[in-house]
């Protein structure tokens, strides 16, 4: 049953840092959230209006607090489980789009100020999406180029960039030509993953119309684009990639049962990734016509969605902590931690950490050139701290990688 709690005027709700699976509903009085901005250091703090949730990201993630909840006047709450908050908000509709698009804008924000970071804002929508083909290109990856080109001039076909884009794409079909001629007889059969970790309401007959099927290398979506459709995964594999400065770098493997896609259908935004399938691939097409429709017939894939909004907002936030630190060695460090945190160790007394990384993962996560990551990774193996492998690297003592994050990050704020 939930639990109606009454607090004091400078009372805490819970501290950042906590960790707790209740949520809250304010029901009477002045309470204000307190986090402390990535970038800046400095306190923001946010009003929580009467009837308003809040601790809801941190409790679904099952994260540490982010912010600390006070109370300005004396306060009445009212304390969820996950499960009571569950059942409320799977039967209300207004609460269901809002709490989307809050997280949807939160992600999208925080999103934002990762890429002026890493200095990989394109002047307009047309310049990125051939940076991303010209991306699949470099790497020879043809057949995903030709995709990304038959793309851009669907969408833009009046543009004076037209004849560059088509001058790519034909050359790109020509080399994806030679070389499947040149592997015909050698390729083997792409295995499909198994969809049984598909949702099973999906399952259904009457889903079937939404089915669409991807050959390994078609992009199904690419980054820049206008985001009119999000996916669920039904069987196969799906990598997600994204474009930074020029560059293909791989973000994450999305496997049955996953959704991607959903974030430009909530907030009317470009994509901010590319997604290409990895073998053969079923998925689930669902646009933004049905898209109410759909949550509002199945308030569980509402659950499911929130729930992935959390996780990718921490996600985010974390990585943005790290892109923050402007001392380099400390941001390698912070690399190092977030990997622990990532994939934390069985037993909590463990200091050496065996992570299946490379320097070039490392480089990606700390938004550093190859050449400037080698040269602070070596620094790290002259004085014995790491050991660098060709497909792991052991971290001798992980709390060192905390003491310099907190030494160096520190110094570089004072200068």
Known sequence: MPKAMQYTKGSIVYFEGDKDE?????????????????????????????????????????????????????????????????????????????????????????????????????????????????????????????????????????????????????????????????????????????????????????????????????????????????????????????????????????????????MAILDNSPRSATCVAIGNVECLEFNKENFELLIMGNPQIAIILLKLFCKRIYDQRRRLRTLAIKDVQARIADVFLMFDEMNPSANANDRQRKFNVSAGDVAHWAGLSPEATRDEINKFVEKRKIEVYDSYIIVDNIADMKRIVDTRSGLSEQK
Not at 139 to 159: H, R
């Open 22 to 262: 209740r949520i809250f509903i304010l029901q009477k009085g002045i309470l204000v959230l307190t986090t402390t901005d990535v970038e800046t250091h400095q306190p923001v703090t946010e009003q929580v209006k009467n009837g308003e949730f809040f601790g809801v990201k941190s409790a679904l993630g099952r994260f540490p607090r982010e912010e600390t909840a006070t109370a300005l006047t004396d306060c009445v709450t009212i304390a969820l489980t996950i499960q009571e908050f569950e059942q409320i908000f799977s039967s209300n509709k207004q609460i269901i789009m809002k709490m989307l698009r809050v997280f949807s804008n939160q992600l999208r924000l925080i999103h934002k100020k990762t890429e002026a970071i890493l200095n990989n804002v394109p002047e307009d929508q047309q310049t990125g999406m051939i940076a991303v083909a010209k991306s699949f290109y470099n790497d020879e990856e043809y057949l995903s180029c030709c995709d990304i080109c038959v793309k851009f001039l669907s969408l833009y076909p009046n543009t004076a960039k037209k004849d560059e884009v088509a001058k790519l794409y034909a050359d790109a079909k020509l080399r994806n030509t030679k070389i499947k001629e040149k592997t015909k007889s050698t390729d083997a059969p792409e295995e499909d993953e198994e969809a049984s970790g598909a949702l099973k309401q999906f399952a259904l007959p009457a889903f079937k119309r939404f089915a669409k099927q991807y050959k390994p290398g078609n992009v199904i979506i690419s980054e820049f684009e206008p985001g009119n459709s999000f996916y669920l995964i039904q069987s196969g594999r799906v990598q997600l990639v994204k474009c930074v400065n020029g560059a293909k770098k791989n973000l994450d493997i999305m496997k049955p049962g996953e959704f991607f896609g959903e």
